[in-house]
């Protein structure tokens, strides 16, 4: 998809992948409109010609402010980045439910709201692009962090579903599903800590400027999935040709946290 003059809606646009994306499609000429919770955070990211709208996207308002401003000031939305997400480090079997409800409301279910406010419009004009930011972790399951590897899995699911969906209406859907990026997310994710291992990997990670490339060239190129870096696809590959080897290494990992 052309990226040029697109209009652009980036959810958890205030740091992150998300300020990334936002400066790589601002950079390529699109026009953006960017939400987050953090209103003084968001005012830094982009130029003046930016629409910024502060609020919690768990909320029904805010989802249809944000998309009603944005059609107001630029007469549209032509690809929805869906970024916006919180991590949840804890054991299935023992969880809070209100947080694993809160992880579902944000990682999956806001998505989908933001996706069916915006299809109408690209319905008529027969185009637009849905971007659901996943994680490796939607395709590979780590047991510290089950419930948001199901978030995940299912965004992933849910775009698979709405590209076959939209398809006839001239609406693409892409699932992106970065590894380790440089970012603040473990240190604003629920419950606890990853095993030790996991934040040493940290040393291997992309920046989100990095992943934000990957993401507006996935977008130019109509891609159906992003693997960033590309090195994860070897893991998914590995889960897929010896799942019981991987998933072994996975407990013992995880026995490890477990314990220390």
Request: glycine letters at 8%.
């Amino acid at each position: 998809m052309q990226i040029k003059d697109s209009v652009v809606l980036i959810t958890g646009a205030s740091q992150g992948i998300g300020a990334a994306c936002s400066r790589a499609f601002e950079q390529r000429g699109a026009h953006l409109s960017i939400v987050a919770r953090d209103s003084n955070k968001l005012a830094t990211v982009g130029g003046p010609d930016l629409l910024r709208t502060a609020g919690d996207l768990t909320r029904d308002e805010v989802r249809r402010s944000v998309v009603a401003r944005t059609v107001a000031r630029f007469g549209r939305v032509d690809i929805l980045i869906n970024n916006a997400g919180m991590g949840f480090y804890s054991a299935a079997s023992s969880a809070p439910m209100d947080d694993a409800r809160a992880l579902f409301e944000l990682n999956l279910f806001a998505p989908l709201a933001l996706t069916q406010l915006v299809v109408a419009g690209m319905r008529e004009r027969k185009r637009g692009t849905i971007v659901n930011i996943s994680s490796i972790a939607g395709k590979v399951t780590l047991p510290w962090f089950t419930l948001y590897s199901v978030s995940k899995f299912a965004l992933g699911s849910l775009t698979d579903g709405l590209r076959m969906e939209l398809k006839p209406d001239g609406i693409h859907a892409m699932t992106v599903w970065p590894g380790y990026v440089k970012t603040d997310f473990q240190a604003h994710a629920l419950g606890t800590q990853p095993p030790e291992t996991v934040r040493e990997g940290k040393r291997f990670a992309i920046s989100a400027a990095e992943c934000a490339e990957a993401i507006v060239r996935g977008v130019e190129r109509d891609a159906h999935n992003v693997v960033t870096p590309r090195i994860g696809w070897i893991l998914v590959a590995f889960n897929r040709l010896l799942p019981r080897l991987l998933e072994s290494r996975l407990a013992a990992i995880n026995q490890t946290r477990a314990s220390a």
